[in-house]
């Protein structure tokens, strides 16, 4: 079982549209929490890290939900420039350790 | 500018060559990784630092070896490189351990035949 799991996708959405991806993780212990984008086989750059009680930032909303175990991500408003696979982080505390999920390509058409 | 250098950006190689991966950071952090990228599998840890001569194994540390004599530099290192090293990598830095965001050097694309 992967430590991290995402939906491969392609999620393929208008311009304008809401989409959500989640993202769940197998270990309970996990303490800290991404995501990342990824054009093209460049550099994973960094989104939004994702805090306990949610975060938003512009129009990315990021949950955690430790219960589920499991992270999530909204675009609200989707740009052709969101197109981009986005990649989910996990990182196990003490061991400074951090798994990747493979990733989910979004794009977006006009 | 705040960057994370590597190089080669692309190598072609024959199985058996030594080769080296340099990385360089100018942010002074603390933690510096490295991890392959295979289609379907998503970016795997190879090794990591937590500071200068402190380096641990990641997932996929077989094949591999790294350094850390300064801080700004992690090398990675094929003894003697196989076609399943085919990969794209990267290197990242963070500005200490505890699970802080990275930075992801440009990555090498490297093939091995």
């Known amino acids: 079982r992967k430590e991290v799991e995402q939906d491969p996708g392609p999620f393929n959405v208008p311009e304008g549209a809401t989409v959500a ?5 197998s270990n309970s212990a996990s303490q800290s929490f991404f995501w990342y984008r990824q054009d093209c086989r460049k550099e994973p750059k960094l989104l939004m890290s994702v805090y306990s009680s949610g975060n938003e930032d512009g129009r990315f909303t990021a949950q955690l939900n430790r219960a589920s175990q499991y992270i999530s991500l909204l675009i609200r408003d989707s740009k052709l420039s969101d197109s981009a696979t986005y990649l989910c982080v996990v990182n196990f505390g003490g061991f400074n350790k951090f798994y990747f999920g493979s990733g989910t390509k979004l794009n977006v058409k006009p | 500018e705040a960057q994370v250098t590597q190089n080669p950006r692309y190598l072609i190689t024959v199985t058996g060559k030594k080769l080296t991966v340099t990385c360089s950071q100018n942010m002074n952090h603390e933690y510096m990784s490295w991890y392959r990228q295979d289609p379907g599998l998503g970016l795997r840890q190879i090794y990591y630092s937590m500071n200068v001569e402190v380096t641990d194994k990641g997932d996929v540390p077989e094949g591999y070896k790294v350094s850390r004599k300064e801080k700004r530099n992690f090398p990675l290192i094929l003894e003697s490189p196989s076609p399943n090293q085919t990969s794209l990598y990267f290197c990242a830095s963070s500005p200490g351990t505890g699970g802080l965001e990275q930075y992801f050097g440009p ?7």
């Open chain 1, 21 to 25: 991806f989640n993202c769940t993780y």
């Open chain 2, 107 to 113: 990555g090498t694309r490297l093939t091995v035949l």
